[in-house]
């Protein structure tokens, strides 16, 4: 069975294998005798017979192949195969010391924190995974992956807040479902229909996702996948109305069918809350350019109630100059009615994203276009990436978030000795910020003048792995570190050379194939201009994982 590593919450460390093969090969002290000494050993019981006085051995033909299918290896459970075989068990559990200290300054609008502040905030984390196969009857599988985060300190003004801050929070179980069939081992039935019931994740269109509680079946053929699914919707981490999500997909490998060197997919999906139907159709198409390259293009619609309009249509080439050189292109159209990433939320507005625009809020979408390239060029044990990239809005633009950049970098990686990575990247994003907007006079609705100007980054990444021991012993050693430089204005003052710093360092160790011990801690300083009443932000957790 194979067993996946599970990582939950803060304590996001993946467990990575490294396998070493020897092989030893030893010469002859003498020539080689290829001569046959004795005849082969044979399979089927022959007729006794006299010895001759010379033997003559005959090869046998092959025997013709079966056209007789393989037998349902998966027709039973074993019942050699124990449960542990069958079962899976992960769970860790650790202590996560976050700290936001203070410096003593007023906030920007001049007052102090109060002595509700928390400058430091315990945590209790971890996470359970439970998985079976080929329990009760074969080809059923069953999976559950669960989380938990709490505040020790219960703090309620924090420098630090967290998605489990929400109430009733703390506990996740963020998928629960028992699946019968898609098994790859057997024939018929049983390989081609499967079906799923209980807490999924469903994501269409590689853009939007959702967790529903509810049932799926799906169907495939050498050529086509066909899936349809319905359940009631999950709100993680937000309160907000739950509604009923539906919908299918169907795929297609046209090569197979057709002969031709593409393959297709269309995605549906509805949410159906407060008496209102949302609906999202997505298609994507990946077509094969020769032997060199890739086309990749993509496309969805968005729609409220009964309207239905192009949220964005874009595509991306891969092609493969040489062995060593591969160039990547995109293009994207983007319209200010897309969604984000959630039929709940009918708006572009994207708070993973709102890291980009450095606190200046979250104001409804334009229209815009971005295009982007990227080479990745490798010899040897070196690996070199350059990439531009660019988002022109069209229109109008009178808020600061939705205001377009320029940007680009640079990165190296390579392999230092048998058992070290490392990799330095460099980063520069340009803004074209609105200076009309900020002379005096101007209206305070439109803000596209304030926010980052421009920005600069300098990183490096080091991934140290020590050789295998016996038993499944291992360790792991990882670190970096960062510094960005930000520039920006609003209509009252500008800032440059804010500069702040950090670095992070993760070790791992593996005692054996079932024991695995993490710790691991981060150091930023905050920006001295958005955050100057904190002095540093760290972070500081152990954690322990068992396999059973």
Do not use: C
């Not at 795929?251 to 008496?275: E, F, H």
């Amino acid at each position: 069975m194979k067993r996946a590593v599970t990582t939950i919450g803060t304590m996001a460390i993946a467990a990575l294998t490294l396998q070493a093969s020897h092989i030893s090969l030893a010469s002859a002290d003498k020539p080689l005798d290829l001569n046959i000494h004795y005849a082969p050993v044979r399979l089927n019981m022959r007729p006794r017979v006299r010895p001759a006085t010379k033997v003559a051995v005959v090869a046998q033909p092959a025997p013709a192949a079966s056209t007789e299918p393989p037998a349902d290896v998966s027709s039973t459970i074993p019942a050699s195969r124990s449960l542990r075989e069958r079962m899976t068990f992960r769970i860790n559990a650790g202590v996560n010391l976050e700290s936001a200290t203070t410096s003593g300054t007023l906030l920007r609008g001049g007052s102090a924190l109060d002595d509700s502040y928390a400058s430091s905030r315990p945590w209790i984390v971890g996470g359970a995974m439970v998985g079976s196969k080929d329990v009760l009857l074969p080809s059923m599988n069953a999976y559950l992956l669960s989380s938990f985060q709490f505040d020790a300190s219960r703090s309620s003004n924090s420098g630090l807040p967290a998605p489990t801050d929400a109430e009733g929070e703390q506990l996740q179980i963020r998928a629960g479902y028992v699946e019968w069939g898609r098994d790859e081992r057997t024939k018929g039935l049983r390989n081609q229909l499967w079906l799923r019931g209980g807490r999924q994740f469903r994501q269409n269109g590689g853009a939007t996702f959702a967790y529903f509680d509810g049932a799926t079946v799906g169907w495939r053929t050498p050529t086509t996948q066909f899936t349809g699914f319905v359940g009631r919707r999950v709100a993680l981490y937000v309160d907000t109305l739950h509604g009923v999500t539906f919908g299918g997909s169907v795929q297609s490998d046209l090569k197979q069918s057709r002969g031709w060197p593409a393959t297709v997919a269309l995605d549906y999906q509805g949410l159906a809350i407060d008496s209102e139907l949302r609906s999202l159709i997505s298609a994507r198409s990946d077509i094969a350019l020769g032997k060199k390259g890739t086309l990749f293009v993509r496309a969805r619609v968005v729609g409220t109630g009964g309207d239905l309009t192009l949220g964005r249509i874009g595509g991306r080439v891969n092609y493969n100059v040489n062995r060593n050189l591969l160039i990547v292109a995109d293009v994207e159209n983007r319209a200010g009615g897309d969604l984000a990433y959630d039929l709940a939320a009918p708006s572009a507005v994207d708070v993973v994203d709102i890291a980009r625009r450095l606190g200046v809020g979250l104001s409804a979408p334009v229209d815009a276009l971005t295009v982007g390239a990227r080479a990745d060029y490798r010899v040897g044990v070196r690996e070199y990436i350059g990439f531009v990239r660019a988002e022109l809005p069209r229109g109008e633009v009178l808020a600061a978030d939705r205001v377009g950049f320029v940007e680009g970098g640079a990165a190296m990686a390579t392999v230092l000795g048998t058992r070290t990575w490392a990799n330095v990247q460099y980063l520069t994003r340009q803004r074209s910020l609105d200076g009309a907007a900020n002379v005096p006079g101007s209206s305070f609705a439109n803000t596209g003048g304030t926010g980052i100007s421009s920005l600069h980054e300098l990183a490096l990444d080091a991934v140290w792995r020590g050789p295998a021991g016996k038993n499944g012993r291992k360790w792991r050693l990882s670190g970096g570190a960062f510094y960005r430089v930000y520039a920006g204005q609003t209509p009252y003052a500008s800032f440059s050379n804010d500069g702040r710093g950090g670095a992070r360092a993760d070790a791992q160790f593996w005692l054996n194939q079932t024991t695995h011990l993490m710790f691991g801690g981060e150091f930023a300083q905050p920006s001295p201009t958005m955050s100057r009443e904190l002095s540093s932000i760290t972070s500081v957790r152990v954690g322990a994982e068992a396999l059973f």
